[in-house]
C-alpha cells in the first residue's frame, strides 16, 4: 500500500479507538513478534533516543510511528526499566504538538541536571512547499515521570553553512559546561557534525564544527552522532549516509561506526583519532545510543534494522526492534561490545555437550528453539571452516561460521526464511586472526546478535524462519574442530 502524506502526518487525536484496536490485533497475529527484545506496540520503531539512568532506573525512548510499519509522524515511546532485561512500555514521552515539532519530534537525547531528565530533540517541520525546517527543543521530565515540553526551541536557526539536514542533538556534561554535537549536512552535500555548548541546558552557543581526520567525502550526512570518553580515550560514534562498499566493509544502506582517538579539544574543537571501525557487521544495526550509569559503565544500545528496507512484518502492521543492551570497553584502539550481565537473568534450562566434529555436519540433541542465549566454543581445530547452523528447518537455515583459511567471520541469511533486502547481499564477513574462536549468540523470535571472541566483533540480524524451524547443528569441513556448548532457554 503506497501512504500519502495526509495518512503519514495525522495527529493520533484524529485516529479512532476501534482502528488502533483493529491494528493491534494484526500486529498479534504476526508470527514474528519478539520476547525479550523492546519492539513498538503497533507501527514502526527506530532509532532510540534519550538513553539515560535517571531515578534509580533506566528510560530508553525510541522514535515511534504508530500507525503503520513507514516513516510518518514520529513521536517518542517511552519504556523503563530497573535491570535492563525487564522492560515497562510506559507510553508516548513527546509528541509532536506545536509549530516547532509540527512534523515529527525526531530524535535526540537526555541528560540528567538539578533532579530532572532534560531531553533535548530535534523538531521536524515543514512548510506549505515542503521544504524542512530543523528546531532544537528541551523537553524535562520529572520524577513523577511527567514531561513538559519548552514553549520556545533552544536552537531555532542553521548556522550559515549547513543543509535543513541538521539533527539528532546528543549531550554530556564537562566541567560547569553542557556540549551537544548534532549531526549535519554541509552546503557542498558532505557530512560533518557541529558542537554547541551551555551553561544551562536552554541558552547554547555554536561552538564551531567538530575537525576531524575523515576527509570532505566521508559520506553525505552524518546522524545520530554520539560522544562520550571510555578509558580516558575520546569516542565518537556516529552513522554516516553514503559510504560505498568497500572489500567486506559498507554493504548495508547506511553504516554505523566510530572513531577513537585523545578526548575532544573542546576549544580548537578538534578529534584527533584512529581508524573509522563498523560498530556491527550484520545486516540490520542502525543510529545507536549510548549511556553512562550509576555503575560507571558505558552501555549501548542500537536500532535492529534500518531506513529504506522493506521488511517481512510490514504486512503485520509493525516494523523493527532494538537490540539488547550492551557495555562497551576499550581493547587495543577498538570497542569491545559485551552483552550486559543482567541478561543473564533471562536464562531458563540449560543443556551442554562437548564433541569432536569431523567432516560432518552433525544436529546437537537436545539443543533446538526459537528462543534462547547459546555459547559455542570452537579450538584444537585442523579443518578449514567450521560453525554452527541455527534455526534450522528442511529449507532453512542460519549459518555462522569460521573460515579458517581466509580468517574470516561468516555470518549469512541467504537461506534464513522469508527474504528481503536481498540487493545487499545475503552474506557478511570480516576478518578474525584467532587461535580459538566463540559465538555467544541471543536468538529470538525474528533476530540473531552473534558476539565473537567475547564482542571483539558483532553480528546483528533480523531473520524471518518457519516456526518449525528450530534445529541446531555445528560442522566442520576438511578436518575437524573441537566444540563445547552450552545453551539456555530464555525465560
Same mark, same amino acid.
Given at each position: 500500500?503506497?501512504?500519502?502524506?495526509?495518512?503519514?502526518?495525522?495527529?493520533?487525536?484524529?485516529?479512532?479507538?476501534?482502528?488502533?484496536?483493529?491494528?493491534?490485533?494484526?500486529?498479534?497475529q504476526?508470527?514474528?513478534?519478539?520476547?525479550?527484545h523492546?519492539?513498538p506496540?503497533?507501527?514502526?520503531?527506530?532509532?532510540?533516543?534519550?538513553?539515560?539512568?535517571?531515578?534509580?532506573?533506566?528510560?530508553?525512548?525510541?522514535?515511534?510511528?504508530?500507525?503503520?510499519?513507514?516513516?510518518?509522524? $514520529?513521536?517518542?515511546?517511552?519504556?523503563?526499566?530497573?535491570?535492563?532485561?525487564?522492560?515497562?512500555?510506559?507510553?508516548?514521552?513527546?509528541?509532536?504538538?506545536?509549530?516547532?515539532?509540527?512534523?515529527?519530534?525526531?530524535?535526540?537525547?537526555?541528560?540528567?541536571?538539578?533532579? $530532572?531528565?532534560?531531553?533535548?530533540?530535534?523538531?521536524?517541520?515543514?512548510?506549505?512547499?515542503?521544504?524542512r525546517?530543523?528546531?532544537?527543543?528541551?523537553?524535562?521530565?520529572?520524577?513523577?515521570?511527567?514531561?513538559?515540553?519548552?514553549?520556545?526551541?533552544?536552537?531555532?536557526?542553521?548556522?550559515?553553512?549547513? #543543509?535543513?539536514?541538521?539533527?539528532?542533538? $546528543?549531550?554530556?556534561?564537562?566541567?560547569?559546561?553542557?556540549?551537544?554535537?548534532?549531526g549535519?549536512?554541509?552546503?557542498?552535500?558532505?557530512?560533518?557534525v557541529?558542537?554547541?555548548?551551555?551553561?544551562?541546558? $536552554?541558552?547554547?552557543q555554536?561552538?564551531? /564544527?567538530?575537525?576531524?581526520?575523515?576527509? /570532505?567525502?566521508?559520506?553525505?550526512?552524518?546522524?545520530?552522532?554520539?560522544?562520550?570518553?571510555?578509558?580516558?580515550?575520546?569516542?565518537?560514534?556516529f552513522?554516516p549516509?553514503?559510504?560505498?562498499?568497500?572489500?567486506?566493509h559498507?554493504?548495508n544502506?547506511?553504516?554505523?561506526?566510530?572513531?577513537?582517538?585523545?578526548?575532544?579539544?573542546?576549544?580548537?574543537?578538534?578529534?584527533?583519532?584512529?581508524?573509522?571501525?563498523?560498530?556491527?557487521?550484520?545486516?540490520?544495526?542502525?543510529?545507536?545510543?549510548?549511556?553512562?550509569?550509576?555503575?560507571?559503565?558505558?552501555?549501548?544500545?542500537?536500532?535492529?534494522?534500518?531506513? /529504506?528496507?522493506?521488511?517481512? #512484518?510490514?504486512?503485520?502492521?509493525?516494523?523493527?526492534?532494538?537490540?539488547?543492551?550492551?557495555?562497551?570497553?576499550?581493547?587495543?584502539?577498538?570497542?569491545?561490545q559485551?552483552?550486559?550481565?543482567?541478561?543473564?537473568?533471562?536464562?531458563?534450562?540449560?543443556?551442554?555437550?562437548?564433541? #569432536?566434529?569431523?567432516?560432518?555436519?552433525v544436529?546437537?540433541d537436545n539443543?533446538?528453539?526459537?528462543?534462547?542465549?547459546?555459547?559455542?566454543?570452537?579450538?584444537?581445530?585442523?579443518?578449514?571452516?567450521?560453525?554452527?547452523?541455527?534455526?534450522?528447518?528442511?529449507?532453512?537455515? #542460519?549459518?555462522?561460521?569460521?573460515?579458517?583459511?581466509?580468517?574470516?567471520?561468516?555470518?549469512?541469511?541467504?537461506?534464513?526464511?522469508?527474504?528481503?533486502?536481498?540487493?545487499?547481499?545475503?552474506?557478511?564477513?570480516?576478518?578474525?586472526?584467532?587461535?580459538?574462536?566463540?559465538?555467544?549468540?541471543?536468538?529470538?523470535?525474528?533476530?540473531?546478535?552473534?558476539?565473537?571472541?567475547?564482542?571483539?566483533?558483532?553480528?546483528?540480524?533480523?531473520?524471518?524462519?518457519?516456526?518449525?524451524?528450530?534445529?541446531?547443528?555445528?560442522?566442520?569441513?576438511?578436518?575437524?574442530?573441537?566444540?563445547?556448548?552450552?545453551?539456555?532457554?530464555i525465560?
Amino acid at each position: 500500500m503506497e501512504w500519502t502524506k495526509e495518512q503519514r502526518y495525522r495527529s493520533m487525536d484524529d485516529v479512532t479507538e476501534e482502528e488502533i484496536q483493529g491494528l493491534a490485533k494484526l500486529v498479534n497475529q504476526c508470527p514474528w513478534r519478539q520476547t525479550f527484545h523492546i519492539q513498538p506496540p503497533t507501527g514502526l520503531l527506530n532509532d532510540p533516543n534519550g538513553f539515560s539512568y535517571f531515578n534509580g532506573e533506566y528510560h530508553l525512548f525510541y522514535q515511534w510511528f504508530p500507525l503503520g510499519p513507514i516513516h510518518g509522524l $514520529k513521536h517518542w515511546y517511552h519504556t523503563k526499566s530497573k535491570d535492563l532485561v525487564h522492560w515497562e512500555n510506559v507510553g508516548v514521552g513527546i509528541e509532536p504538538s506545536n509549530e516547532f515539532d509540527s512534523h515529527g519530534a525526531y530524535s535526540g537525547s537526555g541528560i540528567e541536571h538539578d533532579g $530532572k531528565l532534560y531531553l533535548m530533540y530535534t523538531g521536524n517541520t515543514r512548510d506549505e512547499y515542503w521544504n524542512r525546517h530543523p528546531y532544537q527543543c528541551l523537553a524535562v521530565m520529572s520524577p513523577d515521570g511527567s514531561i513538559e515540553k519548552m514553549d520556545a526551541p533552544v536552537i531555532v536557526d542553521i548556522p550559515s553553512g549547513y #543543509t535543513d539536514h541538521f539533527r539528532d542533538p $546528543k549531550i554530556w556534561q564537562h566541567g560547569d559546561h553542557f556540549y551537544a554535537v548534532i549531526g549535519a549536512q554541509k552546503r557542498n552535500e558532505t557530512g560533518s557534525v557541529v558542537l554547541y555548548r551551555s551553561s544551562d541546558l $536552554k541558552d547554547w552557543q555554536f561552538a564551531g /564544527e567538530v575537525k576531524t581526520g575523515l576527509g /570532505e567525502d566521508f559520506g553525505y550526512m552524518w546522524e545520530c552522532p554520539d560522544y562520550f570518553e571510555l578509558d580516558e580515550q575520546g569516542v565518537f560514534l556516529f552513522s554516516p549516509q553514503g559510504l560505498k562498499a568497500e572489500g567486506d566493509h559498507y554493504h548495508n544502506i547506511y553504516q554505523s561506526g566510530y572513531v577513537i582517538g585523545s578526548p575532544i579539544d573542546l576549544e580548537n574543537i578538534e578529534l584527533k583519532h584512529g581508524a573509522f571501525h563498523e560498530l556491527d557487521r550484520g545486516f540490520d544495526f542502525y543510529a545507536p545510543q549510548s549511556t553512562g550509569d550509576h555503575q560507571g559503565r558505558r552501555i549501548l544500545v542500537g536500532w535492529m534494522g534500518l531506513p /529504506e528496507i522493506d521488511y517481512p #512484518t510490514d504486512k503485520n502492521g509493525w516494523a523493527h526492534c532494538l537490540t539488547i543492551p550492551r557495555e562497551l570497553s576499550v581493547k587495543d584502539g577498538k570497542l569491545v561490545q559485551q552483552p550486559v550481565p543482567e541478561l543473564e537473568l533471562l536464562r531458563g534450562e540449560k543443556v551442554e555437550t562437548r564433541q #569432536t566434529v569431523e567432516n560432518e555436519n552433525v544436529s546437537l540433541d537436545n539443543f533446538e528453539g526459537d528462543v534462547y542465549e547459546l555459547l559455542a566454543e570452537f579450538s584444537d581445530s585442523t579443518s578449514v571452516e567450521f560453525g554452527l547452523e541455527i534455526r534450522v528447518g528442511e529449507v532453512e537455515k #542460519t549459518v555462522i561460521k569460521y573460515d579458517a583459511v581466509a580468517k574470516k567471520v561468516v555470518f549469512e541469511r541467504t537461506e534464513s526464511g522469508e527474504s528481503f533486502a536481498e540487493e545487499f547481499g545475503t552474506v557478511r564477513k570480516c576478518m578474525l586472526d584467532a587461535e580459538k574462536i566463540s559465538f555467544r549468540i541471543f536468538v529470538d523470535v525474528s533476530s540473531v546478535e552473534v558476539f565473537v571472541n567475547n564482542g571483539e566483533e558483532v553480528f546483528t540480524a533480523r531473520i524471518f524462519p518457519g516456526k518449525n524451524s528450530n534445529g541446531i547443528r555445528v560442522f566442520a569441513r576438511g578436518g575437524q574442530t573441537k566444540v563445547k556448548a552450552i545453551k539456555w532457554d530464555i525465560i
